[in-house]
């Protein structure tokens, strides 16, 4: 159920788009020295991306299925692979704050205190859509999901494709969410490229989903974030 937050500190102006300082974001405290294997595996899944394909990988939530943002044939096969309506949008990982400014029209300063707080990390926050969105992303919507994953894999992949990478669950439309390489392949098996497995499970809790897009942020997803720390977090 989609809920409103109270915020008795929230005003006009606290959510009112200025020039401010940009939120000091630390990717480096969820980058980790990859193994051989992990690097052949991750090389192999940027090239891939690059040339257009689709690659599973795991994320601090579930694993995930991504496809390069502008690639408009590949975000085509991530829905037909998951056998998802075309009329859901995509959501969106990212790697630093410059993206997500490229892919927001606007970015409210109650998001920037999210920001801030939670990422790289398990919340995602819903933007107006800027330009350079795909309508394939949007659905042909006005609005964007974005996250900074707190895991080192898919971080790596968007820093090498060099573009903001697709984020959905890597599972047929309406399965549990896969938490390993072993449950992908059973869900997916042979339609996707490379699996990229690094031998441990994911977290299994989804992502919480905040929408900013509005006068007030609605929680329209409670996942690994309760309700009360968006709450705090916006006072």
Do not use: W
Request: proline share 8%; aromatic share 4%.
């Amino acid at each position: 159920m989609v809920s409103s937050i109270s915020f008795c500190l929230l005003t006009a102006l606290c959510y009112t788009s200025v020039r401010q300082k940009k939120p000091s974001l630390d990717t480096r405290r969820v980058s980790k020295e990859f193994s051989s294997d992990i690097k052949k595996q991750v090389k192999k899944g940027i090239a891939i991306l690059q040339q257009g394909g689709i690659v599973a990988y795991p994320t601090d939530t579930v694993y995930g299925l991504g496809a390069c943002m502008n690639m408009r044939q590949a975000v085509e096969r991530i829905y037909q692979v998951k056998r998802r309506p075309m009329d859901m949008a995509l959501p969106l990982l990212v790697a630093n704050f410059s993206q997500i400014e490229e892919l927001a029209e606007t970015v409210p300063t109650i998001a920037l205190k999210l920001i801030s707080q939670f990422l790289p990390g398990a919340l995602t926050i819903v933007f107006p859509a800027s330009p350079s969105v795909p309508d394939i992303i949007t659905a042909g919507g006005t609005t964007v999901a974005v996250r900074i994953p707190a895991h080192p894999i898919p971080l790596a992949l968007i820093e090498g494709i060099g573009a903001p990478l697709v984020g959905t669950s890597a599972n047929v439309s309406g399965k549990p969410s896969p938490l390993t390489a072993a449950e992908v392949y059973d869900q997916l098996g042979d339609e996707l490229d490379p699996i990229i497995d690094d031998g441990q499970p994911c977290p299994g809790t989804a992502s919480t989903i905040v929408d900013v897009t509005g006068e007030v942020p609605i929680v329209t997803r409670e996942g690994a974030i309760s309700r009360e720390e968006i709450e705090k977090a916006c006072q």
